[in-house]
């Protein structure tokens, strides 16, 4: 099972290699303490078969100096500046796999995916989990192109990943289990990037210019900047969102800008004239000739608003409205699962859990199975049965969500319970002491 990462590197491109071809962290342990960098053995090709004394290689660029090589590339197509490079990140499975063969399986995977630029492949060895690294030079030394680090490629980056630990035997991530981009898992999982999204598309639909949208987000409270051509939106004290990386393809400026021009174009249908003029005129007259004709044309050509902006409501209202929300399913959750008590929850939680894990265990080796089966009716008949438990799975989770937060809250409630207790007492006691002092003076 490996998982993959990819992120832009844009200075000291150079360190960034002495750190992954660093020795003590590639060095194979079977040559022992005294071996040698792999820069001071005879330069000869890479076979996969042939142990090697140190777990780095270089494609398409000197073993001895690839960054020399990446710099005079830069230089070459004169795109120096900007994103240096990228660095890549490939962790295997505690003990499933050898150095030999993840180094083997980094190779086979950087010729198929960035076959077109320079890149250096090493394999570290110095923590529990043996991992790859890749320094991947963003200009293409056949092109000039520059590597587009988009959602296209850490896709197909995911894909050949695992198309190669299937090819070795290895287990595979199934496509349920946390492979997505960091982005993309909190706009599954936060409800601070739901609520970012629903609002980016609010504005969208009823604006005209991208100034507009930008205008209309900051009276949303947030706080929204754009910088080559990146449109980048947060809220004071939470995540800064890059919404092309976040969201999408389709939340580039170009394309918001696609779909803001498809919002001006002009619809010409025929329209009774009344109909036009009602909502801009006090009364019910209706305008004839070149007037009317004015007026009928100005209503096309957006001088007069077709339709009012629409209104939403602030944030903080829709934040408590759905936390509303969310005690209501609680409420029903527990009622419907007859939960009265602590002790209630805490067994119920546990019972929950412990079907969910079987569950999730059940789905890792059917999903095992699935890239090893080699019949098509083998690999039909599996994903039926892993459709049939994902239902039950998803809803286990929302279950043990619930489980959760009822348990966080009931402890802080209990907590507020006490020390209103405690305040009552002490205004208890000031008024008894009170009296008593008043008793004494009467």
Request: net charge positive; hydrophobic share 30%; glycine share 4%.
């Amino acid at each position: 099972m490996a998982t993959t990462s990819i992120w832009s590197i844009k200075n000291n491109l150079n360190q960034s290699i002495n750190y992954i071809i660093n020795p003590e962290k590639t060095i194979n342990k079977d040559y022992g303490k005294n071996s040698y960098s792999y820069l001071e053995i005879e330069n000869t090709e890479y076979n996969y078969k042939n142990e090697k004394v140190c777990y780095v290689s270089s494609l398409n660029c000197s073993e001895y100096n690839p960054y020399e090589d990446m710099k005079f590339t830069k230089e070459q197509y004169g795109k120096t500046d900007g994103i240096l490079a990228f660095h890549g990140y490939q962790s295997f499975k505690e003990n499933e796999v050898t150095a030999n063969i993840a180094h083997e399986i980094g190779v086979k995977f950087a010729e198929e995916m960035f076959g077109d630029y320079e890149v250096v492949v090493s394999t570290h060895q110095n923590t529990n989990h043996i991992h790859n690294h890749f320094i991947l030079n963003s200009v293409s030394f056949k092109t000039g192109k520059k590597y587009n680090n988009n959602r296209t490629n850490l896709t197909k980056l995911r894909q050949i990943s695992d198309s190669l630990c299937a090819e070795y035997g290895l287990s595979v991530l199934d496509e349920d289990i946390g492979y997505k981009s960091t982005y993309n898992h909190k706009v599954l999982d936060n409800d601070y990037y739901k609520t970012l999204k629903e609002d980016l598309d609010n504005v969208i639909s009823y604006s005209i210019t991208l100034k507009q949208v930008i205008e209309r987000l900051k009276k949303l409270d947030y706080q929204v900047y754009s910088r080559n051509g990146i449109i980048t939106i947060y809220r004071n004290g939470k995540d800064k969102v890059r919404i092309e990386k976040a969201f999408g393809d389709d939340y580039s400026i170009d394309n918001i800008n696609k779909r803001l021009y498809l919002s001006r174009q002009i619809i010409f249908k025929p329209l009774p004239q009344r109909t036009i003029f009602e909502e801009y005129s006090k009364t019910n007259k209706t305008h004839k000739g070149i007037y009317g004709l004015f007026l009928y044309y100005c209503y096309l050509l957006s001088v007069f608003p077709k339709n009012h902006p629409k209104q939403y409501l602030p944030y903080s209202i829709r934040k408590e409205i759905a936390k509303l929300d969310e005690y209501s399913n609680q409420v029903r959750f527990m009622t419907s699962k007859k939960i009265e008590t602590k002790e209630d929850l805490d067994y119920f939680s546990k019972t929950n859990y412990e079907e969910y894990k079987n569950l999730m265990g059940k789905r890792e080796n059917l999903w095992k199975r699935y890239h090893r089966a080699k019949s098509e009716e083998v690999k039909s008949e599996i994903l039926t049965e892993i459709n049939d438990i994902q239902p039950r799975i998803k809803e286990l989770r929302k279950y043990d969500k619930y489980c959760k937060d009822i348990f966080e809250r009931s402890e802080s409630i209990q907590n507020n319970l006490n020390n209103f207790d405690k305040n009552m007492q002490k205004e208890k006691d000031n008024i008894r002491a009170l009296w008593l002092l008043l008793s004494f003076l009467l």
